[in-house]
């Protein structure tokens, strides 16, 4: 099982930029693969980013160019650099990550962009 802690939301103006992290405890390295999905109030939970043990990188079309995901093995932990933040972008978002045995999910960080 990977324990996952997010951090890093918060109020930011339009245009601003926020950067989240999410510390992995436990089997990092069987991880497959690690996201970060977000839910706005009265939506559906939503794919932002996603990076593989592999390397590939996979971006939501209302985020590429805009977002970016990283990964630092070293310190077990996935960030999420965000700019050009628009108000479409508040909501919590949440870090999982998957692999052959557990699908795990953080508790959610509440990222919220005034216009």
């Known amino acids: 099982q990977v324990r996952l802690v997010e951090s890093g939301g918060g109020l930011v103006q339009a245009g601003g930029s926020l950067r989240l992290s999410c510390a992995a405890s436990?089997?990092?390295?069987?991880?497959?693969?690690m996201a970060w999905y977000r839910q706005a109030p009265g939506k559906q939970r939503e794919l932002v980013a996603a990076?593989?043990?592999?390397?590939?990188?996979n971006y939501a079309d209302l985020v590429k160019g805009r977002f970016t995901i990283s990964r630092d093995n070293a310190k077990n932990t996935v960030y999420l650099q965000m700019n050009s933040l628009k108000p479409e972008d508040t909501a919590v978002y949440y870090c999982?990550?998957?692999?052959?045995?557990?699908?795990?999910w953080g508790q959610g960080t509440q990222v919220t962009v005034s216009s």
């Open positions: 990076i593989f043990s592999t390397g590939t990188i």
């Open positions: 436990g089997s990092f390295f069987s991880i497959n693969v």
């Open positions: 999982n990550a998957v692999g052959p045995r557990f699908n795990s």
